[in-house]
């Protein structure tokens, strides 16, 4: 497979939020337009998660394309229908129930986090139903001061004593299809990613890898895929650079990358 390039979008309480350190979030517009844009640019996945720390949605608009959508099922049939690319949803997803209504409601693929450190059967049980390849497991991790780093849930809240590679292990063995790795102290700052990290976790596995956090250059992109990752992901870049789909593929093919066009 080609190496794909993903734009991670962050939806709190039903607004689109731009995040930094995982605990500061400023609103930037709506799902349903995001994903609208997005049709039109040549990105290759999508994916959303939803931060929200509570059930309450309310989009706060009058218009029509949004208006009425309360309910977080709402959401992802307004997207789903939006978006012409493969969809990944994640967040808030407790159950198999939780999976089932997700992809009925247009999900390709769902991603969950703190739940499958609570249940990790859960990982096992959605892969049995819906197939490995539907499966991603979001990490999450924290710098420990050394090396290592730390898996934490309940985004950043709460610490969990796991290593990352131990983890990545586990949800493998467990019937994860593919794992998105994130890093706290990189989020939302532009720094680049955490390519020692990217390397440890890419290769103590053998299921594919979507590096995240830290982009602040298209360039950035391309030491992803070096450190190890089978695609690279961002949040911010997408909201506040131009063309943003072509800058990071031009980067790409000038890195010698096969990327798709």
Known sequence: MKPRLIPVLLLK?????RSELFHIHQIIGNPIHEAQRFNEWGVDELIYLNVSQTDSYDLRRDDQKVKGLTSIGDIQKAVSKTCFMPLTWGGRLRNLDDMISTFANGADKIAINSQAHRTPELITAGAKRFGAQAIVISMDVRSTGDTTGEVVIDG???????????????????????????????????????????????????????????????EDYAKGLEAGASAVAAANIWHFKEMADRGGKRALKRAGVDIRT
């Open 13 to 17: 309480e039903g607004l689109l939020v």
């Open 156 to 218: 950043g809240r709460t610490s969990t004593g796991q290593d990352p590679v131990q983890w990545a292990k586990e949800v493998e063995d467990r019937g994860a299809g593919e794992i998105l790795l994130q890093v706290v102290e990189r989020d939302g700052t532009g720094e680049g990613y955490d390519l020692d990290l990217i390397h440890r976790v890419s290769s103590s596995i053998n299921i594919p890898l979507i590096a995240c956090s830290g982009v602040g250059r298209f």
